[in-house]
């Protein structure tokens, strides 16, 4: 069986020296046929991490390309219009990759017809040190199959675990920092990331994949597929911080888009329910503080948020929101 082309495609936005280490670790691959696309939000770079992006370029090691806009689902369909691979991979800016990476993904495709994309798992540094700090090791809290919680789109969110899960399976969605698709989701089934997803662009991949397993593809999590995500604090997706107030209203208006998007009444309550008992209230799992006076704010925004999503899915009558995919069309 021949092996496909790989387009690996890296979204950018204000990383230094780790999007330089993880460039270095996809050259270091054991997969022959493998195109980059590094798609820089980053407007001015270090001297030293410039001359190293313009010189992998000027060997045709990556492809580099340049945006004056920061949008995470914007530069993703950006580089998928540039890409030529038959399967499409998506990493972040700040990870680290085992030599077969580019394989385990690949091997899923060439299993399974069926499967249209695939969820590597994430070991996120945060959690590994987290685990080494409390002296408890990480494979005492390993699981082998997720609950069927996992698989219900109203509160998926809170069950669906790609770090410790140790068995393949099928899941309902994938972690943006890990994941890859069949072109054809893109050029046949004309499914794009919506770029109304804003700051951090929390559930964006979440609303992507909700739409692809209406095509019938499944979603197939490999847990040798797997990546460490760094989660560096400054640059990324994520340069807002998390105590801002444009990161609080951001997180509530995506979480409500994405189920006003795709969900059914039902399973909107639910998630609604679910959302406001943890992220406002402050119980498990999110664990937040349950002073009065941070519920009360946490629940304004959670109400703006809702306000706000709403007023973004009634924009879509006229409005469609892609402003970055049109930006990119018109200069083309």
Same mark, same amino acid.
């Given at each position: 069986?021949s092996l496909?082309l790989?387009?690996a495609?890296?979204?950018t936005?204000?990383r230094?020296e780790p999007?330089?280490?993880t460039?270095?670790?996809l050259?270091?691959?054991?997969y022959?046929?493998?195109?980059?696309?590094?798609?820089?939000?980053t407007l001015i770079h270090?001297?030293e991490?410039q001359?190293?992006?313009e010189n992998?370029a000027?060997?045709?090691?990556?492809n580099w390309?340049r945006v004056?806009?920061?949008s +995470?689902?914007?530069?993703r369909?950006?580089?998928?219009r540039?890409a030529?691979?038959?399967i499409?991979?998506f990493i972040d800016?700040?990870?680290k990759l085992?030599?077969?990476? +580019?394989?385990a993904?690949?091997?899923?495709?060439q299993k399974?017809?069926a499967i249209g994309?695939?969820a590597?798992?994430v070991?996120d540094?945060m959690?590994?040190?987290?685990f080494s700090?409390?002296?408890q090791n990480?494979?005492?809290?390993?699981?082998?199959y +997720?609950?069927?919680?996992a698989?219900?789109p109203?509160i998926?969110?809170y069950?669906?675990d790609?770090?410790h899960?140790?068995e393949p399976q099928?899941?309902?969605?994938?972690?943006g920092c890990?994941m890859s698709?069949?072109r054809?989701?893109f050029?046949?089934h004309?499914?794009?990331f919506d770029?109304?997803?804003r700051?951090?662009?929390?559930r964006?991949?979440s609303?992507?994949c909700?739409?692809?397993?209406?095509?019938?593809?499944q979603i197939?999590?490999?847990?040798?597929a797997?990546l460490?995500h760094l989660?560096?604090?400054?640059g990324?997706?994520?340069?807002?911080?998390?105590r801002?107030l444009?990161?609080?209203?951001?997180?509530?208006?995506?979480?409500?888009?994405m189920?006003l998007?795709?969900?059914?009444l039902?399973?909107?309550?639910h998630l609604? %329910?679910? +959302?406001?008992?943890c992220?406002?209230?402050?119980?498990?799992?999110c664990?937040?503080?349950?002073?009065?006076?941070?519920?009360l704010?946490?629940?304004?925004?959670?109400?703006l948020?809702?306000?706000?999503?709403?007023?973004t899915?009634?924009k879509?009558?006229?409005d469609?929101?892609?402003?970055?995919t049109? %930006?990119?069309?018109e200069?083309?």
């Open positions: 069986m496909p790989i387009s495609i890296v979204p936005y204000e230094e999007l330089r280490d460039i270095e670790d050259l270091k691959q054991d022959p046929l493998l195109e980059i696309l590094v798609i820089d939000q270090k001297p991490i001359t190293y992006l992998l000027k060997e045709n090691k990556i390309f004056d806009w920061a +995470l689902p914007g530069a369909n950006y580089g998928i540039r030529k691979g038959e499409i991979i800016d700040d990870v085992p030599k077969s990476y +580019l394989k993904h690949i091997k899923n495709y399974n017809p994309a695939v590597g798992r070991f540094r959690k590994l040190a987290d700090n409390k002296g990480d494979s005492l809290f390993t699981i082998k +997720l609950p069927p919680e698989m219900d109203g998926a969110w069950h669906i790609l770090v899960t140790t099928r899941v309902i969605s994938a972690r890990n698709f069949r054809e989701i050029t046949k004309n499914i794009w770029e109304r997803f700051g951090s662009a929390v964006e991949e609303d992507f909700l739409r692809l397993r209406r095509t019938g593809y197939w999590y490999d847990p040798e797997n460490i989660g560096e604090e400054t990324g997706c994520h340069d807002i911080s998390t801002s444009q990161y609080q209203f951001t997180f509530y208006h995506n979480h409500f888009l189920a998007k795709n969900l059914t039902s399973q909107q309550l609604y %329910i679910k +959302l406001f008992d992220h406002v209230l402050g119980n498990p799992p664990n937040k503080s349950g002073s009065p006076v941070k519920i704010t946490r629940g304004l925004f959670y109400c948020g809702f306000l706000n999503a709403l007023w899915q009634i879509k009558l006229w469609d929101g892609q402003i970055y049109r %930006i990119d069309l200069t083309k």
